[in-house]
T-cell receptor, first 114, second 116 residues
Framework: EAQVTQNPRYLITVTGKKLTVTCSQN?????MSWYRQDPGLGLRQIYY???????DKGDVPEGYKVSRKEKRNFPLILESPSPNQTSLYFC?????????????FGPGTRLTVT | AQKVTQAQTEISVVEKEDVTLDCVYE???????LFWYKQPPSGELVFLIR??????QNEISGRYSWNFQKSTSSFNFTITASQVVDSAVYFC?????????????FGGGTRLMVKP
């Protein structure tokens, strides 16, 4: 089954404790992306990657890191989480050509930073 | 810069009523894609429709229909004979074509509550 998986689905942590949210897709998509969803703001892009070892900032990259060492995986790293990073996070993937923009979303990771 | 505006933050209707969710967008591109996604209470994002800016033909899928008007930069979504299962947050989104970022710009979402 074609899908994007994220882990963990729920995470409660404390300020400053490094964490990683994993994202994996099995569709051989070149493009992967991370979004955060906050009430009234919709989804905003954090980082994206157009292929292995190619990453770039989205609209709200501060406080986040990413890496793309393999095509299928795109982890999101919070080196020193803060309460304002409490949010719902979505990973997405898509082809770069063809049906541009039609992104497949993971189930979401709800993060709470206290 | 691109922008998507969903002016209705919350809509409440009674089952079987028709409801229209508004979406207005801004872009300098002449070619782009528009999308609607549904987010039910379970939280996942469900793709509903993708529309190319060249194609202004309205689309109907069962109880769902979409009205794309390039002249007013709007891409409105109508649910006919709403059902309780339609209760969700609906997002309109805009994507550039051939954009290196392949980024979706989302509106703030409209929460639809359908009461029995």
């Amino acid at each position: 089954e074609a899908q994007v998986t994220q882990n963990p689905r729920y995470l409660i942590t404390v300020t400053g404790k490094k964490l990683t949210v994993t994202c994996s897709q099995n569709m051989n998509h070149e493009y992967m992306s991370w979004y955060r969803q906050d009430p009234g703001l919709g989804l905003r892009q954090i980082y994206y990657s157009m292929n292995v070892e190619v990453t770039d900032k989205g609209d709200v990259p501060e406080g986040y890191k990413v890496s793309r060492k393999e095509k299928r995986n795109f982890p999101l790293i919070l080196e020193s989480p803060s309460p304002n990073q409490t949010s719902l996070y979505f990973c997405a993937s898509s082809l770069l050509s063809g049906r541009a923009g039609e992104q497949y979303f993971g189930p979401g990771t709800r993060l709470t930073v206290t | 810069a691109q922008k998507v505006t969903q002016a209705q933050t919350e809509i409440s209707v009674v089952e079987k009523e028709d409801v229209t969710l508004d979406c207005v967008y801004e872009t300098r591109d002449t070619t782009y894609y528009l999308f609607w996604y549904k987010q039910p209470p379970s939280g996942e994002l469900v793709f509903l429709i993708r529309r190319n800016s060249f194609d202004e033909q309205n689309e109907i899928s069962g109880r769902y229909s979409w009205n794309f008007q390039k002249s007013t930069s709007s891409f409105n979504f109508t649910i006919t004979a709403s059902q309780v299962v339609d209760s969700a947050v609906y997002f309109c989104a805009l994507s550039r074509v051939n954009n290196a970022g392949n980024m979706l710009t989302f509106g703030g979402g409209t929460r639809l509550m359908v009461k029995p």
